[in-house]
């Protein structure tokens, strides 16, 4: 462990950061940086540092699932990350959410099946207000318009099996926006170092409209623009929080 904690510290790793979890969006990402230094490239953890509009920040990505995202969350939590925002896919949970539409968590659901193990269930998940109206009013200033705001799913299991029923109806109809993988481990992350997390996704696919994970076969232009917008959101709510 000792040469992943000497890779990340804090002259490698900003307060501000973003986190992705695709090693190659990590790198899209950084390319809006000026002067982006690679910080880490292991696994799947891609890590940059470099300055967006003069506020140091950090990129990094996380893999896919809470398990792997817990880990490098913990390192940079431990090397000085204190805002971070996390910008990801999703499966839309509300008919009228397209194909690269873009969603705000405001809070997360924890199906994760990791952070019981961290705190107790009855802890919640919630995003940080700041970070929220931040991804919201940046989002208006560059004319991404409409956006999606909610309590989002964060579920352990991507494939269903019909062995154990399914719970993703109920919280549905409860409310939750979008469903995916690692936001409620961040939340209760960030709230355990007592910093501030909040999380953007793009829909790549309407679990209302196509609930089988294998037949979703979203347009892959629209998706690469909704991801474009949603880093340029992210990046730009980060350079305006203190």
């Keep these: 462990m000792t040469d992943w904690q000497s890779a ?45 509009r003069g506020r140091r920040i950090t990129i990094a990505s996380h893999g896919v699932g809470a398990s792997g995202a817990a880990f490098i969350f913990e390192l940079l939590f431990n090397a000085g ?12 949970m509300v008919a009228d959410i397209p194909d690269g539409g873009i969603v705000i968590g405001t ?18 998940a ?27 799913l964060t579920d352990g299991l991507y494939f269903p099996y019909p062995y154990v029923p399914s719970k993703i ?25 007592k910093a501030r997390a909040g999380g953007i996704f793009v829909s790549d696919g309407n679990i209302v409209e196509e609930p089988d994970p294998m037949a979703v076969d979203p347009d892959k232009e629209i998706i690469s623009k909704g991801i474009q917008r949603m880093i340029e959101i992210s990046l730009n709510a980060l350079a305006g929080i203190d």
Excluded at 18 to 33: C, F, M, S
Excluded at 126 to 152: H, M, N
Excluded at 169 to 193: F, N, P, R
Aim: aromatic fraction near 8%; charge should be negative.
């Design 8 to 52: 990340l510290n804090p002259t490698t790793v900003a307060s501000h950061a973003l986190v992705v979890g695709d090693p190659d969006r990590a790198e899209q990402a950084a390319a809006n940086l000026e002067d982006p230094q690679i910080v880490l490239d292991r696994r799947e953890y891609r890590i940059y540092t470099g300055k967006f």
């Design 81 to 92: 990350m204190q805002t971070v925002i996390r910008a990801g896919t999703c499966g839309a």
């Design 107 to 124: 809070a997360a659901i924890r199906e994760d099946g990791l952070s019981q193990n961290m705190v107790p269930m009855e802890f919640p």
């Design 126 to 152: 919630v995003a940080d207000c700041e970070i929220i109206r931040a991804l919201q009013e940046s989002s208006r200033t560059l004319g991404y318009e409409p956006f999606w705001k909610g309590v989002v």
């Design 169 to 193: 109806d109920m919280w549905g109809k409860l409310g939750a926006v979008a469903v995916e993988m690692e936001y409620a481990t961040l939340l209760i992350q960030a709230s355990i170092h």
